[in-house]
């Protein structure tokens, strides 16, 4: 009779185990700091828990599918590192902050719904996710951390919101963008921080920034159109690296604040014979030489039919 009981007792504790239930999870004071079982496929947390805690489901390689409580705040560093099966994230409203390396390696993510009360991106925090197709970051967020959607190979959309104030160091390498506008309200943009985004054609930097470091743009082979503010500077090294194909800069001063930028080295196809200055009413003059918005918010020319030759 005990031996059958005691059989009954562990059928029971492995089911458990098995399914999503709140026995499947260590919880303290509102952080579920641990999964018991790394071979579940589904996760539901619990309401109440505020916070994933570092590395609670880190390697869980079979996770599918995870449903967040509107209690969560927090996604602590590594928390669903490697999770190589789970294919999308809708994270709950009250998530106002993913950490460092929450994400990273979670090869098979190809959407994400962000909350809309997140502040701040995390170093690593989508490193190698490299199914992810978009990347639409909310009104909020002013942070996005060094490395942080580095990888996203497949990414054709990245949208930045104007609340965004500092972008880290190759946080958006490597990506499938077309275009890219970077909102007045950045003020940090770190070193290499679009390099190799092999795609892109047109970028507009609206950002309040006086220097373009180092790598920003190194080898976004189809760069053709530049925006560049007034309040650039400085253009350091290899910024524009092996940016052969560039045949608009469009600055947003006139000639004798161009005349003051320093441009470093490796930045051999920021020509002054390919720079518009800006112009809002289109000039008596050669057209060529001065630039507008037109009516979809696109940098152009007042006269592209003309040449500079």
Same mark, same amino acid.
């Given at each position: ?129 490299? &199914?992810?197709? #978009?990347?639409? !970051? =909310?009104?909020? +967020? %002013? @942070?996005? *951390?060094?490395?942080? /959607?580095?990888? $996203? ?22 990506? &499938?963008?077309? #275009?890219?506008? !970077? =909102?007045?309200? +950045? %003020? @940090?943009? *770190?070193?290499?921080? /679009?390099?190799? $985004? ?25 760069? #053709? ?85």
């Amino acid at each position: 009779m005990k031996k059958i009981l005691f059989g009954l007792l562990a059928v029971s504790a492995s089911f458990a185990l098995a399914g999503c239930g709140k026995s499947n999870f260590v919880v303290k004071d509102n952080v579920l700091t641990k999964v018991n079982n790394k071979k579940i496929k589904e996760a539901k947390i619990p309401e109440g828990v505020e916070a994933i805690g570092s590395g609670a489901f880190i390697e869980c390689e079979k996770l599918e599918k995870v449903e967040f409580p509107e209690s969560l705040k927090t996604i602590k560093s590594a928390a669903f590192k490697n999770c190589k099966a789970l294919t999308s994230l809708t994270l709950s409203n009250g998530v106002t902050s993913i950490e460092d390396n929450a994400f990273n390696g979670c090869s098979a993510l190809e959407t994400v719904k962000f909350s809309n009360s997140l502040t701040t991106i995390g170093d690593y925090a989508f490193y190698d996710c490299e &199914s992810i197709g #978009k990347i639409e !970051i =909310p009104e909020g +967020v %002013t @942070k996005v *951390g060094n490395f942080a /959607f580095c990888h $996203c190979y497949v990414a054709t959309t990245l949208t930045l919101p104007s609340t965004l104030t500092e972008i880290g160091e190759s946080a958006f390498y490597s990506l &499938s963008i077309t #275009k890219l506008v !970077i =909102p007045a309200s +950045v %003020t @940090k943009i *770190g070193t290499e921080a /679009f390099d190799g $985004c092999d795609d892109i054609e047109y970028v507009d930097i609206k950002a309040n920034i006086t220097t373009i470091k180092k790598g920003t743009f190194l080898s976004c082979l189809k760069l #053709k159109s530049v925006v560049i503010p007034v309040s650039v500077t400085k253009i350091e090294e290899k910024a524009f690296y092996f940016c052969r194909n560039i045949e608009n800069i469009f600055y947003g001063g006139n000639s004798i604040d161009w005349s003051n930028m320093t441009i470093e080295d490796d930045n051999d196809y920021i020509l002054p014979n390919l720079k518009a200055n800006y112009s809002e009413e289109e000039p008596s003059g050669n057209g060529y030489f001065y630039w507008h918005y037109n009516s979809e918010g696109i940098a152009v020319r007042w006269d592209d039919s003309v040449s500079y030759n």
